[in-house]
């Protein structure tokens, strides 16, 4: 069988990563004796034209989406067009939002046949085996597909033995865009939460008893991205600090061999010690994210969070001690919130400031599957909009008997003001000369960020990136100088800023010049 696999685009403001879930996905694929490939619709433009080439040329039997709530947009909208360009393939679209609106989304999108519920190795792999055979699907496990009038959800499969899948299928990413836009490349060592946060789908996507990997195969992985480029690897663990012997197994291995690569992590404040940050420190982890959620007793225990105020003090403050960065994550729009509750949660996050820890704001996004919606009735919380777009988490959808969605907003946007101030800080003391490459670097990134980004988006290269070689060429500076001459005149940005950005990218290899054919043809390094 011959399977697309479609990343839905999601904004680059949102960080994205690597999409490592469709990697294992094609891994599992491929290791079943299927062909694969992968749009990704996050670092290149969605193109009906482009996608057209893609299915004549690959004749897919088989397409699937991945999708979250604020991308299933635009996953369905890729979909349809595959089914106009080719009705006979068949579609498929998993991810947490389509596991838990499986029902809703069979009866209202047609271009959807399936969606794959849960963790899907297993279930796209049963199903490219049923199609082949012409089977029915009522023998694939964890699939929702229509059958005579009606929607059937097949019983979910065992939870996969993560040493038993096959590795993730990178090769098919374009890893390189993702390095050349400054963003992370993220990896997993478990799966599964043992938690009961109301807000959360993590439980039910992947199951309350956390399954782990082997350490030996986590840093064997590990290894292989370190030599990639990137400037650090994500653990998304939904908890990696889970169990004290896994993440001490995982830290040891890594310091066995003696690999210098830099990594962040996924911690609840009472899952962490100074034992376990000591070595964590030791095999290269620089920040740990602590979902602290809010700064009031009550709410913390209104959402079943199961922590306390306190032993968030001792976790940042341990973190600090030896020496990694805690970063703390809010979530606005609980469940009961208050002025006073929010007021408790501002303070609590300007206490944890003055400690030296970075946090900040989100505001509560109802998604399908969590507690707060399935049982929104029985919460002081009423849900604004079921427009998925607007489920990014950075303005307000809800609000509470006492809140409305205009203070949550207003606290968020001084957040993004106050992070633009230090920004502007940043550019100033550039500008006056009193600060070093280190200092500046933060601004300096994001503004090569920007641009390039901008020209992947804009196929500035597909575009403006090919001339007939001429002897004026010749030298390896007159070709840089020529295309980002050629360039300016397309990009919104200061001259000196797009200059910057693409000398930066040649320096550090995110560009290929080819000169065969008579032409001077300049791209990105897609695959790594």
């Given at each position: 069988m011959r399977v697309l696999l479609i990343n839905p685009f999601y904004p680059i403001s949102e960080t994205p990563s690597p999409p490592l879930g469709l990697a294992f996905l094609a891994g599992a694929l491929e290791r079943a004796g299927n062909q694969v490939i992968l749009l990704d619709c996050v670092v290149f433009p969605f193109n009906p034209d482009f996608l057209?080439?893609?299915?004549?040329?690959?004749?897919?039997?088989?397409?699937?989406?991945?999708?979250?709530?604020?991308?299933?947009?635009?996953?369905?909208?890729?979909?349809?067009?595959?089914?106009?360009?080719?009705?006979?393939?068949?579609?498929?679209?998993?991810g947490p939002h389509a596991t838990f609106c499986a029902t809703e989304i069979l009866q209202s999108c047609d271009q959807v046949d399936g969606v794959a519920c849960g963790e899907g190795e297993n279930t796209l792999v049963a199903l490219t085996k049923a199609l082949e055979i012409k089977a029915s699907w009522e023998g694939v496990p964890g699939i929702a597909f229509r059958q005579g009038g009606r929607v059937v959800i097949t019983a979910a499969p065992p939870p996969a033995d993560l040493d038993e899948l096959a590795p993730p299928s990178r090769r098919l990413i374009p890893l390189g865009r993702y390095r050349a836009l400054g963003m992370p490349i993220s990896m997993t060592t478990s799966r599964g939460c043992p938690f009961k946060c109301i807000f959360c789908v993590g439980r039910k996507m992947v199951g309350a008893r956390v399954r782990y990997r082997d350490p030996i195969r986590v840093v064997d992985e590990m290894e292989g991205l370190s030599t990639l480029g990137f400037h650090q690897i994500n653990l998304a663990d939904d908890l990696f600090t889970a169990n004290r012997?896994?993440?001490?197994?995982?830290?040891?291995?890594?310091?066995?061999?003696?690999?210098?690569?830099?990594?962040?992590?996924?911690?609840?404040?009472?899952?962490?010690?100074?034992?376990?940050?000591?070595?964590?420190?030791?095999?290269?982890?620089?920040?740990?994210?602590?979902?602290?959620?809010?700064?009031?007793?009550?709410?913390?225990?209104?959402?079943k969070k199961g922590i306390t105020l306190d032993q968030v003090v001792h976790a940042v403050q341990l973190c600090r001690d030896c020496g990694i960065d805690p970063h703390a994550s809010f979530i606005l729009g609980l469940p009961g919130e208050t002025e006073a509750t929010l007021a408790q949660t501002l303070a609590f996050g300007e206490r944890l400031k003055s400690m030296g820890v970075s946090h900040g704001f989100h505001i509560l996004a109802p998604f399908p599957g969590t507690d707060v919606r399935e049982r929104v009735n029985e919460y002081d919380?009423?849900?604004?909009?079921?427009?998925?777009?607007?489920?990014?988490?950075?303005?307000?959808?809800?609000r509470t008997a006492e809140v409305g969605p205009e203070t949550m907003d207003a606290i968020v946007i001084d957040g993004e003001r106050k992070f633009d101030e230090w920004l502007g800080d940043i550019g100033r003391l550039r500008e006056e000369g009193r600060a070093t490459a280190e200092e500046i670097w933060p601004l300096v990134r994001l503004e090569h960020t920007v641009v390039i980004y901008d020209m992947m988006m804009k196929r500035i290269l597909e575009k403006k990136g090919i001339w007939p070689a001429e002897k004026s060429d010749a030298g390896d500076d007159r070709p840089l100088e020529k295309l980002i001459q050629r360039v300016s005149g397309d990009l919104d940005h200061p001259p000196e800023r797009i200059r910057a950005a693409i000398e930066f990218a040649n320096e550090k290899k995110h560009l290929l010049r080819d000169t065969t054919e008579g032409l001077i043809r300049w791209s990105w390094v897609d695959y790594l």
């Open positions: 057209a080439s893609m299915i004549r040329d690959f004749k897919p039997d088989l397409a699937g989406a991945t999708a979250v709530t604020m991308t299933v947009d635009h996953a369905l909208e890729v979909l349809a067009e595959v089914k106009t360009l080719d009705p006979s393939i068949t579609t498929v679209l998993g012997e896994h993440c001490l197994a995982v830290c040891n291995e890594i310091l066995d061999r003696g690999l210098k690569v830099k990594w962040t992590s996924f911690a609840r404040v009472d899952t962490v010690s100074r034992q376990v940050l000591e070595k964590m420190r030791q095999a290269g982890c620089t920040t740990v994210s602590f979902g602290v959620e809010s700064g009031s007793p009550d709410m913390l225990r209104r959402i919380l009423q849900i604004l909009s079921d427009d998925w777009r607007r489920y990014h988490a950075n303005r307000a959808i809800i």
